[in-house]
């Protein structure tokens, strides 16, 4: 048996984008069979904003915000609390007003159930915002910058880069690896299978890779995704 584990921004979706009509049902036929597990930095809410309910009924679970949160159907299974200093948050702010991007949004910073969400650009920015700032942020670092500065001075704390503008941060070990550690522990004999697009170190993918990596066998593994297109691709030869 193989637990397919997928990433949803930039993996089943564009960034923030809902579900294509053409990818949508492909992937609803796909899952037929299969056991899926949906694995989100993202809240249950927006989650319903990118993909169809017929596509979250289908699923065996969904691992919402950073695997924080699992729901299956409406029920919720288990919700982490989120522990963080004032102090830390004091340094956030300060990090927004000091930044040199020129273009700074609301919604800087958002809290969801074992995490908090932070972006400079701010998550009411509008797709040509949020790219404006993706390509910013490749040039300057200030996201690495920002989630090393935390990994380092606060260690009860990590930090990760999620998708276009944003960083993850949540209590150590309350990461996406949380979701195949249930996996491991909840379904017998699966071997795990993810799909993510940010698998490379200092990606909010890469603790579920590394945690899939040392403790599953040769039958489990991991793919790089850039896009449904690609994933497309990939599923179309499983």
Same mark, same amino acid.
């Given at each position: ?44 809410? =927006? ?45 956030? =702010?300060?990090?927004? =007003? ?5 273009? +700074? ?25 949020? %790219? ?19 990994? +380092? ?17 949540? %209590? +150590? ?11 491991? +522990? ?39 995704? %850039? ?12």
């Amino acid at each position: 048996m193989i637990s397919y584990l997928f990433d949803i921004d930039g993996t089943l979706t564009e960034p923030r984008q809902r579900i294509t009509p053409e990818f949508e049902e492909f992937f609803f036929n796909w899952m037929q069979e299969r056991m899926v597990f949906l694995v989100t930095g993202s809240d249950l809410s =927006k989650v319903k904003e990118q993909l169809s309910e017929r596509i979250i009924l289908s699923c065996q679970g969904v691992f919402c915000s950073m695997a924080n949160e699992l729901y299956k159907g409406e029920k919720q299974i288990y919700k982490n609390d989120l522990k963080i200093e004032d102090e830390l948050i004091f340094w956030l =702010k300060e990090q927004l =007003k000091k930044s040199e991007y020129p273009i +700074k949004r609301t919604n800087n910073l958002e809290f969801r159930s074992g995490m908090l969400n932070f972006s400079v650009a701010g998550r009411d920015s509008s797709l040509e915002e949020r %790219n404006a700032y993706y390509h910013w942020d490749v040039l300057s670092g200030e996201r690495q910058r920002i989630a090393y500065y935390i990994n +380092k001075n606060y260690p009860n704390m990590e930090a990760c880069v999620g998708g276009q503008i944003s960083i993850d941060i949540q %209590n +150590k070990g309350n990461n996406k690896s949380q979701a195949s550690k249930y996996v491991r +522990k909840y379904v017998a004999d699966s071997d795990i299978i993810f799909f993510g697009d940010k698998t490379m170190p200092g990606g909010n993918d890469r603790a579920i890779v590394e945690d899939i990596v040392k403790n599953m066998d040769e039958y489990s593994g991991y793919y790089q995704i %850039n896009g449904p297109k690609d994933l497309q691709t990939i599923l179309e030869l499983i």
